[in-house]
C-alpha cells in the first residue's frame, strides 16, 4: 500500500513537503508518480521517480518549482518537495506505483495512495 501525506494550507510563494510511504511490498524495483486532480479537473502527472533513485521527469507545470526524491534514511518514503507555490497547485495530491517504467497515464498504475489535499491562497 502507499500513504501520502504532508499536505496542507499555504499562502503563495510557500513550500510544502509531500510524502508516500509504502507498505506490504518491496518497491525498490518500481516507478512511483505524483498525480494532481483540482475540483473539475482531470488528474494530472506532476513528477516521476523510479524508486530506487536514478530517474525523475516533471511536467512543464512543476518544473524548476518541485522535486522529488527517496528518503536516504527511509527507503520506503519517496518526497516531493514543492516551493514557490502556486493558486493554481491547489489540488489533491496522490502518489503511485508501477512497475514498468514512468508513465502520464493514470490508468497505467496499480498501486495508489489516499491523496492529501494542498490548498494555496493567493
Known amino acids: 500500500q502507499l500513504q501520502a501525506s504532508g499536505g496542507g494550507s499555504v499562502q503563495a510563494g510557500g513550500s510544502l513537503r509531500l510524502s508516500c510511504t509504502a507498505s506490504?511490498?518491496?518497491?525498490?524495483?518500481?516507478?512511483m508518480g505524483w498525480f494532481r486532480q483540482a475540483p473539475g479537473k482531470e488528474r494530472e502527472y506532476v513528477a516521476g521517480?523510479?524508486?530506487?533513485?536514478?530517474?525523475?521527469?516533471y511536467s512543464d507545470s512543476v518544473k524548476g518549482r518541485f522535486a522529488v526524491a527517496r528518503d536516504n534514511a527511509r527507503r520506503n518514503v519517496v518526497h516531493l518537495q514543492m516551493n514557490s507555490l502556486k493558486p493554481e497547485d491547489t489540488a489533491v495530491y496522490y502518489c503511485?506505483?508501477?512497475?514498468?517504467?514512468?508513465?502520464?497515464?493514470?490508468?497505467?498504475?496499480?498501486?495508489w495512495g489516499q491523496g492529501t489535499q494542498v490548498t494555496v491562497s493567493s
Open positions: 503511485a506505483s508501477r512497475i514498468k517504467g514512468l508513465s502520464s497515464r493514470s490508468y497505467e498504475y496499480d498501486y
Open positions: 506490504g511490498r518491496t518497491f525498490g524495483s518500481y516507478f
Open positions: 521517480i523510479r524508486w530506487n533513485g536514478g530517474i525523475t521527469y
